[in-house]
C-alpha cells in the first residue's frame, strides 16, 4: 500500500468554485464509505475547510486510485471530471507526507501561519475514525502531521507571522467602520469558527454582541462565554437592524442572510450608519444580492484571498519549512524501519525456536546435568544468537533510514528460508510489539545479560 493525496484548494481553484465543492456532514461521511467500498483506498481521510478539499488515502495502484478517488470526489460534489480535473493536484509517498505537514504548519492556508487548521485536521481524522476509514497507517501519518504542527507553531515566530481569518477580516472591516471599540457586533452561528469570532471581537473591547444561531441553546452558550446575549433566529432581523458589524459562518445550505431580511433590517436604520458583513462561510452565508443595498458593505474570503496573498509575501516562513523537511525524513524513516521490522521479528523467532530446540535435545541427552549448569548453557546459547543476530539488525536499521532496506530485508529472508507468511503475520502486528521485540536484539542492552 502507497499514500496518496488528492485534492484542491485556494492554490488551484478560485474561492467561487470551492463554494461549489463544499461538503455537508453528511456528504463527507457518504464520500468516506463509498471511496473504500469501491476499492478506491483501503483507508480514506478527508480534510474539508473552507479553503481546501483533500482526500489523503492508503491505495494499492496509483493510477488506479487517482481515478477512482477523482470520480469519488466529482460524484460526491455533483461536479463532472472534466470540471473537476484541472483544478486538482496529486501528492504521493514523501510528497504527500510533506504536503499534509506543510498543511498541519499553517504554510499552506490562505493566511500563512494560522492554528485553525490543527482544529480542522484533528476533526477529519476523528471523522475518519467514527466511520471506520482511518486505519494505523493514516492514524499514524495524521497524529504526526499534528504533532509537527504544533512543533512549528512552538519553535518559530509562525503564530506571529499569521492570524486567523477572523482577525484578517477585522481589519478589512475597520476600513469601513473605524476601530470596532464599542461598536455593537452581531455574530450569525454558534460553531468553532464563530466561537473564534466572538472572543476576537471581545478582545477588541466590542461594545455590544449579540449571537444568532438555529439552536437557540448552543446560541446562548456562545454568549454567555463571550459575555454578550442570545437572540432565536427568529429575531434576526432585529439583530441585524441593532449591528454595525456582523460575522456569519453557519455552514449551512442555501443563504443564513438574505436580501429580504437585511433590506427589512435597514427601514428606519440612519442612512448614515453603515454596516459591513463579514461572511466567513463556505458556501457563503450571504445572499450576492446584499451587496446592492445601500449604506452595507460585505467582505467575503474572495476578497480576504486577495489581501492575504498580498501580505503573505512579506512572511518569513523558512524556519518552519526547515521542520517540515526534518519531520518529514524522521517520518519516511521511521516508515521504512517498519517494513524492515516483520523481517527482524521473524528471523529472531526462528532463531530463538532453533536454540530451544538445540537445548531441549541437550537436555534429552544429559538429564543428569546439574540445573545450574543447564541454565548456564542455556544463557550462553542465546546470548550466541543475540550477538550473531546483532550486526544484520543494526545494518537493516541503518539501511531503513537511507531507504535502501527493503532488499536487504529480501535477502535475510531467502538467505535464512523464513516463511514469508510468517513474515506478513508480523507485519500485521502492533508496532510497539515489533518495536520491543527488535530492541531485545539491536545491542541497546548489551552486556546486561
Known amino acids: 500500500m502507497s499514500l496518496l493525496a488528492l485534492g484542491?484548494?485556494?492554490?488551484?481553484?478560485?474561492?467561487?468554485?470551492?463554494?461549489?465543492?463544499?461538503?455537508?456532514?453528511?456528504?463527507?461521511?457518504?464520500?468516506?464509505?463509498?471511496?473504500?467500498?469501491?476499492?478506491?483506498?483501503?483507508?480514506?481521510?478527508?480534510?474539508?475547510?473552507?479553503?481546501?478539499?483533500?482526500?489523503?488515502?492508503?491505495?494499492?495502484?496509483?493510477?488506479?486510485?487517482?481515478?477512482?478517488?477523482?470520480?469519488?470526489?466529482?460524484?460526491?460534489?455533483?461536479?463532472?471530471l472534466d470540471e473537476l480535473t484541472p483544478h486538482l493536484y496529486v501528492h504521493y509517498e514523501d510528497r504527500a507526507v510533506h504536503h499534509l505537514f506543510s498543511v498541519a504548519c499553517g504554510l499552506d492556508s490562505m493566511v500563512v501561519g494560522e492554528s485553525q487548521i490543527l482544529r480542522q485536521i484533528k476533526d477529519a481524522l476523528a471523522l475518519s475514525q467514527k466511520h471506520g476509514t482511518a486505519g494505523r497507517n493514516l492514524n499514524n501519518l495524521v497524529q504526526q502531521a499534528l504533532r509537527v504542527g504544533k512543533r512549528a507553531h512552538t519553535e518559530t515566530n509562525i503564530d506571529r507571522a499569521g492570524q486567523s481569518l477572523v482577525t484578517l477580516g477585522l481589519g478589512q472591516v475597520e476600513q469601513v467602520l473605524g476601530p470596532v471599540s464599542g461598536r455593537a457586533a452581531l455574530v450569525v452561528g454558534a460553531g468553532s469558527m464563530s466561537s473564534l469570532a466572538a472572543m476576537t471581537l471581545r478582545r477588541a473591547d466590542i461594545g455590544e454582541l449579540t449571537v444568532v444561531n438555529r439552536?437557540?441553546?448552543?446560541?446562548?452558550?456562545?454568549?454567555?462565554?463571550?459575555?454578550?446575549?442570545?437572540?432565536?433566529?427568529?429575531?434576526?432581523?432585529?439583530?441585524?437592524?441593532?449591528?454595525?458589524?456582523?460575522?456569519?459562518?453557519?455552514?449551512?445550505?442555501?443563504?443564513?442572510i438574505g436580501a429580504d431580511v437585511v433590506a427589512e433590517a435597514l427601514t428606519g436604520?440612519?442612512?448614515?450608519?453603515?454596516?459591513?458583513?463579514?461572511?466567513?462561510?463556505?458556501?457563503?452565508?450571504?445572499?450576492?444580492?446584499?451587496?446592492?443595498?445601500?449604506?452595507?458593505?460585505?467582505?467575503?474570503?474572495?476578497?480576504?484571498?486577495?489581501?492575504?496573498a498580498a501580505a503573505n509575501a512579506?512572511?518569513?516562513?523558512?524556519?518552519?519549512?526547515?521542520?517540515?523537511?526534518?519531520?518529514?525524513?524522521?517520518?519516511?524513516?521511521?516508515?521504512?524501519?517498519?517494513?524492515?521490522?516483520?523481517?527482524?521479528?521473524?528471523?529472531?523467532?526462528?532463531?530463538?525456536?532453533?536454540?530451544?530446540?538445540?537445548?531441549?535435545r541437550l537436555s534429552g541427552r544429559l538429564p543428569d546435568l546439574e540445573a545450574r549448569d543447564r541454565a548456564e548453557i542455556a544463557l550462553a546459547v542465546r546470548r550466541v544468537v543475540d550477538k550473531l543476530l546483532h550486526a544484520p539488525t543494526v545494518r537493516i536499521k541503518q539501511l531503513a533510514r537511507e531507504g535502501d532496506g527493503l532488499s536487504y530485508a529480501r535477502a535475510l529472508?531467502?538467505?535464512?528460508?523464513?516463511?514469508?507468511?510468517?513474515?506478513?503475520?508480523?507485519?500485521?502486528?502492533?508496532?510497539a510489539v515489533q518495536d520491543e521485540r527488535i530492541t531485545r536484539i539491536d545491542g541497546s542492552d548489551e552486556g546486561k545479560r
Open 215 to 256: 439552536t437557540f441553546g448552543r446560541a446562548t452558550h456562545l454568549a454567555e462565554a463571550a459575555g454578550g446575549r442570545a437572540y432565536p433566529s427568529e429575531r434576526l432581523s432585529e439583530a441585524i437592524a441593532e449591528a454595525d458589524l456582523i460575522i456569519s459562518c453557519t455552514g449551512a445550505a442555501g443563504f443564513a
Open 413 to 431: 529472508g531467502e538467505l535464512f528460508d523464513l516463511d514469508p507468511k510468517t513474515v506478513e503475520a508480523v507485519s500485521l502486528a502492533d508496532p
Open 269 to 308: 436604520r440612519s442612512p448614515h450608519r453603515p454596516l459591513v458583513l463579514l461572511d466567513l462561510a463556505m458556501p457563503r452565508d450571504v445572499d450576492p444580492a446584499v451587496r446592492e443595498l445601500s449604506g452595507v458593505t460585505v467582505v467575503d474570503l474572495v476578497r480576504l484571498a486577495e489581501v492575504s
Open 314 to 360: 512579506a512572511v518569513d516562513v523558512e524556519a518552519v519549512r526547515a521542520i517540515v523537511a526534518e519531520e518529514v525524513a524522521a517520518f519516511r524513516a521511521a516508515q521504512h524501519a517498519l517494513r524492515m521490522a516483520p523481517t527482524i521479528v521473524a528471523l529472531r523467532s526462528m532463531a530463538a525456536r532453533v536454540a530451544e530446540a538445540e537445548l531441549t
Open 8 to 80: 484542491l484548494s485556494h492554490r488551484t481553484a478560485s474561492v467561487s468554485f470551492l463554494e461549489r465543492t463544499a461538503l455537508d456532514a453528511d456528504r463527507l461521511a457518504s464520500l468516506l464509505g463509498d471511496g473504500v467500498a469501491a476499492g478506491a483506498a483501503a483507508e480514506i481521510v478527508v480534510l474539508a475547510t473552507c479553503s481546501r478539499l483533500e482526500l489523503y488515502a492508503e491505495v494499492d495502484k496509483f493510477h488506479a486510485g487517482v481515478d477512482e478517488l477523482a470520480a469519488q470526489l466529482a460524484q460526491h460534489t455533483g461536479l463532472s
